[in-house]
């Protein structure tokens, strides 16, 4: 595949959130894991925000936990999902003075420069323009408020993508960015200093079926435009399913995630296009002698 994937389409990721969001809990393992690892990079972080965005809220569990460790600050949950909100309001009693919102990543109803922490658990993967996304959390950060995110790397998944290449050369599984090209759309969106590392997770599966199972459970089902259609063939998938259980190792499927994580600073707002600011203070006069 040496075309670049489609890109993904926000409405069908929308309806299969709303789908799974009541069973969503029961399968959020690897969110569990980024969330936890996200929120200890963070904790030499010095901060005292008063208003915290958690983007692509999902169920709300990372809200009541973002809620618990910055006491006193006002946590705003968003999705694009109505069912994942539901869910979210439903924990309300649970997380001191929550908000709940329904919009996507590209256009926050919220207004420009007023966001002190702006946290991602899992979302990019379920972003199609990255540029856009970045740069619309730029516009509701505020100057030197903290942009914080977990996401996949492009190994990711990549047992299944491999499995499917052997069949066809229909994209299947979505490519994800790797860190230095998600640092310089960081940069190009006007954050500041970012900061990014990688860890990787190994999740195993007795079964394939049970490893569809989870990808259905978490909403990690085929969004790319383009896709068929109609039902894959049953011989294709059956020749897939061979090729990716010959994977086994001590009658254990293992699948590899790539884990990005990684944080950046608001750098206010950004001049009109073609003008530039420049500090007076870092003008050198040169006399000639």
């Given amino acids: 595949m040496n075309s670049p994937p489609p890109a993904l389409v926000s409405r069908d990721v929308r309806r299969r959130f709303d789908r799974i969001a009541s069973g969503f809990d029961a399968a959020d393992f690897v969110h569990r894991v980024t969330f936890d690892a996200l929120l200890s990079r963070l904790s030499p972080v010095v901060i005292k925000p008063d208003y915290i965005l958690d983007l692509g809220c999902a169920t709300g569990t990372g809200s009541k936990q973002l809620a618990k460790h910055y006491r006193g600050s006002r946590v705003i949950s968003l999705d694009i999902s109505s069912g994942m909100l539901r869910q979210a309001k439903g924990k309300r009693r649970l997380f001191a003075k929550p908000d709940a919102l329904q919009g996507d990543a590209y256009r926050i109803p919220i207004q420009d420069h007023s966001i002190d922490i702006v946290f ?156 530039f600011h420049i500090d007076p203070a870092r003008i050198v006069r040169h006399i000639r002698v």
């Fill in 120 to 275: 991602a658990n899992m979302l990019l993967p379920w972003i199609g323009d990255l540029p856009a996304c970045l740069s619309e959390i730029g516009r509701v950060l505020q100057k030197d408020g903290l942009f914080a995110f977990a996401t996949f790397g492009p190994d990711s998944l990549s047992e299944v993508r491999e499995a499917w290449r052997s069949i066809d050369e229909d994209w299947h599984v979505n490519a994800y960015p790797d860190m230095h090209d998600i640092g310089d759309v960081l940069v190009r969106a006007g954050l500041r200093d970012p900061v990014l590392d990688v860890d990787h997770l190994t999740v195993t599966y007795r079964d394939t079926e049970a490893l569809y199972q989870d990808l259905t459970s978490t909403g990690g089902r085929n969004c790319l435009h383009g896709r068929r259609q109609t039902l894959t063939g049953k011989d294709r998938f059956r020749a897939m399913d061979q090729m990716l259980a010959a994977k086994k190792s001590d009658d254990l499927l293992s699948l590899r995630l790539e884990l990005v994580y990684g944080h950046a600073w608001g750098g206010g707002p950004r001049p009109p296009e073609g003008e």
